[in-house]
């Protein structure tokens, strides 16, 4: 076997492992980028119920209040 054949048996056997490499790591990559997404989705949601909730309060205390003092909730409510 003459040296060439060993280099381009070296170059390729280093070629595919390189490659292999490249691929498990895209895989990973995706799953990885997968699980932040969905997380992103969750806070943003959680933040959203969140924003509703300081908007609702916002309103309660300003509903039909102009003496300065915090509007009286439903009795509805306080039960």
Do not use: C, F, Y
């Not at 990885?32 to 989705?41: F, G, K, M, N, P």
């Amino acid at each position: 076997m003459d040296n060439t054949a060993v280099v381009v048996a070296v170059i390729s056997a280093v070629g595919v492992v390189i490659a292999a490499l490249i691929t498990s790591l895209k895989r990973e990559n995706r799953e990885d980028h997968a699980l932040v997404t969905e997380q992103i989705r969750s806070v943003h949601k959680t933040l959203i119920r969140l924003g509703d909730k300081v908007d609702r309060h916002i309103d309660w205390h300003l509903e039909g209040n102009h003496d300065g003092k915090p509007a009286k909730r439903d009795r509805a409510e306080q039960a």
